[in-house]
């Protein structure tokens, strides 16, 4: 049953198998952080993902402890994962939030396997692994832990400056193995933020963060994501955004123009209706294609970051010291769009 395995492929089951088996205990909790949403505990069979087409993938692995995510950015692509469990891809995916209680242990007891090579382990491809939730459930550390005692490479793409909390486990992890940490920021513009990324840390906090990890000796570059045509592209915004990216000390910067799935795509439209009707009907013609920008728009954007970043000083994405930069979907390499196991613009 989808519910007691929770892989990352579409379920064929109904909503009745999430609240009809004994593998899901839902819990609601009144502190003001967790107001409005619901958690649905499962004890998951598997933690390890297999990414489809892994041949063209950078990494193979991923995991994911959480699925749903109440940073709850617009633009969200991993919106559509949640229709597999037959929930709701919009107010549902901010607010019923699936916690894989078990993920450490399993995890752990995984990685012992004598059928385990020890390939990299991505975290933070389908939904952010620092979201709120990772406050209270504590899972974060458990998995960090297994994977510094089995000295496994693994990597951690994030919006949640929640990961400070785990700093010294992922120093003792990055003393044994290969540690990327990378962050997203894709615009400083605080009236932006506000709006399509209302339950994440302000883009100033995370560029703290940033300072912070990199301070203490954990590389982190910035996943520059997403770019949003015509509120956040301006040459003013990118400038400022590259120059706060490299002011925190990030050791890369990737820029990645929105893209706009399915799932992600009508969310998105229904708030530009609401937010800013007028450029309604240039995305309409600039996503007309499909999900992806046309080409020459993105690689636009693509030289003009990099021209920043090689003006405020920002070193190539692979440095020495450990870090490696998460790839991210949309670049050369990553899986065509309807694979299962997503990266999303965190
Ligand atoms: S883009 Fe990332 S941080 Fe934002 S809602 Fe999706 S998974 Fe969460």
């Given at each position: ?277 007028h450029l309604v009907a240039r995305y309409e013609r ?61």
């Open positions: 049953m989808r519910w007691d395995n929770l892989a990352e492929t579409p379920a064929s089951s109904g909503s009745a198998a999430l609240f009809g088996t004994s593998a899901v205990t839902t819990r609601t909790f009144d502190t003001p952080e967790f107001r409005g949403i619901t958690f649905h505990e499962v004890r998951a069979r598997s933690i390890l993902n297999r990414v489809p087409g892994a041949s063209r993938m950078p990494f193979e692995w991923t995991v994911n402890p959480y699925r749903g995510c109440s940073h709850a950015c617009v633009y969200c692509f991993a919106r559509k994962t949640h229709s597999y469990l037959d929930l709701d891809t919009g107010i549902g995916f901010d607010s019923q939030i699936v916690v894989k209680i078990n993920a450490p242990e399993l995890l752990r007891r995984q990685l012992a396997s004598r059928q385990w090579q020890g390939a990299h382990i991505a975290m933070g491809t389908n939904v952010d692994c620092y979201q709120r939730a990772e406050g209270r459930y504590r899972l974060m550390p458990g998995i960090i832990s297994a994977l510094r005692d089995h000295a496994n490479p693994f990597s951690i793409l994030t919006k949640g400056t929640l990961i400070l909390r785990d700093l010294d486990l992922l120093r003792q992890a990055a003393e044994v193995t290969e540690v990327g940490v990378s962050v997203s920021v894709g615009f400083t513009d605080r009236e932006l933020w506000r709006t399509v990324e209302p339950g994440t840390p302000s883009p100033e906090r995370r560029l703290d963060a940033v300072r912070t990890l990199t301070d203490h000796g954990i590389g982190c570059g910035v996943l520059m994501a997403p770019v949003i045509p015509f509120l956040g592209d301006r040459p003013d915004q990118l400038r400022a955004t590259v120059r706060a990216i490299a002011e925190a000390g990030a050791t890369s910067v990737t820029p990645l123009v929105l893209h706009l799935r399915p799932g992600a795509r009508e969310w998105f439209m229904a708030w530009l209706r609401e937010h800013h009707p600039l996503y007309a294609e499909g999900a992806y920008a046309p080409r020459w728009y993105q690689r636009r954007i693509t030289r003009h970051v990099h021209e920043l970043a090689a003006e405020f000083g920002i070193g190539p994405s692979s440095r020495p010291g450990g870090h490696r930069r998460l790839p991210v979907r949309g670049e050369p390499g990553t899986a065509p769009a309807d694979e299962p196991t997503q990266l999303t613009l965190l």
